[in-house]
């Protein structure tokens, strides 16, 4: 292992102290002398400093300057290996605990018990070794000692359960039930164990179900590109609790070859599925899923790596001639879409059904933005809540008069620009339906205001952006006839407002984004008696600075 001699040898000393006293509840077990609670309480401290040691000595060589990420997951998952072996050393004192409060001792199955505690033993033997050679092979052979001791937990409980009803001595019973849970335990601890060195061997964090959809993926991929050997950069980790990965051959300048993105099988599914339905209905706009598997309650999918930019990174660092030809696309292709999947069938996004779901998780991060009604000035501040059930009242029968084919989460980093081909693509498309066009524009507006750059310059070019992207979808409003477009267009934009701060711990801007989703619902309400004046969004006020 390429880590510190003192972490390797504190690491060797843990693994023995935890076979030490694995041993004396097999002792313990076989044949019960009173030496052996005090031997495990003396050694207590003993393993304590040992796994703290090895704590520090990881935090130190962490701290290094010169640790690249798989120094530094490897680390991470010695931190890990430590305190899942201290949890071993302790669930053995508290078997040795709870063997002592049994009375007769003939009612223990002895040999069942032993038969778990050596799989414990057999894994912790395969833990070094495997870690050295960071072989994920022999780490998924200690990760079995979980399923294998649950098994014969499983047997244990069967077995004392259906003795409780018959015999005497129930409490004896309940005790040998709860001393095979504790060693049942110890299986956890060793999953955890294997999954650490799976991923100091994979240089991230890979749980075993993670690590098996991932490599059947490669496999796949390997097999239809003729590819050697494969190495993976982090890209991004979603709000939905996805992790997305470039796959590229080790070769230097080969370039990427796939992404790899991982989560939860109902939202990965849901993924695929509308992917393919952007196959169906607008070709080439979304990427190829090249595979998808799925474990437990986990999936994978490998989805077609896509040249270009995204539209994020050209709006931060690409040339004003690069954003312009950018955005020409970008509305041209929205153009496109929206009118070839236009329904004349109404629909109603419902943003504040919306919004007043999410308000729980904003005022969970900002609760400063919950106050009550005030007057200052002689001034009525109604309470934001109060406002929101006057919007929810105005949105009763708001619909747009037709549908058309959404993205669904159409921020400003879901979308990729590749100016040699001249082409727009869409990414992360699990929230796609017919829906109110104004959905996905809403998102796009506040989802460039919501950038944390401050630079004078970048902020006046986001702005510039939005007001562009306003008058577009202004005209292709008019051009349909779309005569409630102002007004959900500012419901839309409440939402997204009011929702993002839950997500920025910047106060200021929280405040800002959380201000304008107020701002527009006084004004909102305020035009509705005021019908000569028909509502028009603020935008020059609402996106600027």
Not at 124 to 152: F, N, Y
Request: with cysteine; proline share 3%.
């Amino acid at each position: 292992m390429s880590v510190a001699k003192s972490i390797q040898e504190n690491l060797h000393f843990l693994l023995a102290e935890t076979a030490t006293h694995l041993a004396l509840l097999k002792d313990y077990l076989t044949l019960p002398t009173a030496t052996i609670p005090m031997r495990l309480l003396d050694r207590q401290g003993y393993v304590e400093n040992l796994k703290l040691s090895i704590h520090n000595h990881c935090l130190r060589e962490m701290s290094s300057s010169d640790q690249d990420d798989k120094d530094y997951q490897l680390l991470r998952s010695i931190e890990v290996i430590a305190s899942q072996l201290e949890r071993i050393v302790e669930l053995s004192r508290d078997a040795v605990m709870q063997s002592a409060h049994i009375q007769h001792r003939g009612m223990i199955k002895v040999k069942g018990f032993l038969a778990m505690i050596n799989r414990v033993n057999n894994g912790l033997a395969s833990i070094e070794p495997a870690l050295s050679a960071k072989d994920t092979r022999q780490a998924l052979k200690i990760g079995k000692v979980e399923r294998h001791l649950d098994t014969a937990y499983q047997k244990q409980l069967k077995h004392y359960s259906r003795l409780l009803k018959k015999e005497k001595h129930p409490a004896d019973r309940i005790s040998l039930i709860m001393l095979a849970h504790i060693i049942e335990q110890m299986g956890n601890a060793m999953l955890r164990i294997s999954e650490a060195i799976i991923s100091a061997s994979m240089g991230q964090h890979f749980s075993t179900d993670r690590y098996h959809a991932f490599n059947a993926s490669v496999t796949e991929l390997k097999t239809a590109n003729d590819i050697g050997r494969l190495e993976f950069t982090p890209i991004a980790e979603t709000k939905s609790g996805s992790a997305i990965n470039a796959l590229s051959s080790a070769d230097e300048g080969s370039g990427y070859h796939a992404i790899f993105k991982d989560g939860r099988k109902r939202k990965l599914k849901e993924e695929k599925q509308r992917v393919k339905n952007w196959h169906d209905i607008f070709p080439g706009l979304a990427p190829k899923i090249l595979a998808y598997q799925k474990q437990g309650d986990s999936a994978a999918l490998l989805i077609e790596h896509l040249a270009g930019q995204t539209f994020e990174q050209i709006l931060l660092d690409g040339s004003d001639k690069l954003l312009q030809q950018a955005l020409n696309h970008l509305t041209r292709t929205l153009s496109q879409i929206w009118l070839e999947t236009k329904t004349k069938k109404p629909v109603s996004a419902a943003y504040m059904k919306q919004l007043a779901k999410r308000m729980k998780d904003v005022y969970a991060i900002h609760p400063e933005f919950r106050q009550p009604a005030a007057i200052i000035g002689g001034v009525a501040l109604p309470a934001f809540d109060d406002l929101l059930k006057q919007m929810q009242g105005l949105e009763t029968g708001v619909k747009a008069p037709f549908s058309v084919y959404i993205h669904g989460d159409f921020n400003v980093d879901n979308i990729i620009f590749d100016p040699q081909e001249k082409r727009i693509n869409f990414i992360d498309l699990h929230r796609s339906s017919h829906m109110d066009y104004l959905q996905d524009v809403s998102v796009f507006m506040v989802s460039n205001y919501r950038l944390q750059v401050f630079d004078p310059r970048v902020r006046q070019r986001i702005m510039d952006l939005c007001h562009a992207f306003y008058r577009f979808a202004r005209a292709f409003a008019r051009e349909q006839g779309d005569k409630g477009f102002e007004i959900r267009l500012a419901m839309g934009l409440i939402r997204s407002f009011a929702t993002s701060p839950r997500f920025i711990l910047d106060k200021s801007l929280s405040e800002r984004m959380f201000s304008r989703a107020t701002y527009l619902m006084e004004r909102l309400l305020e035009s509705e008696s005021k019908p000569k004046h028909p509502f028009v969004v603020p935008v020059k006020e609402i996106f600027i600075g």
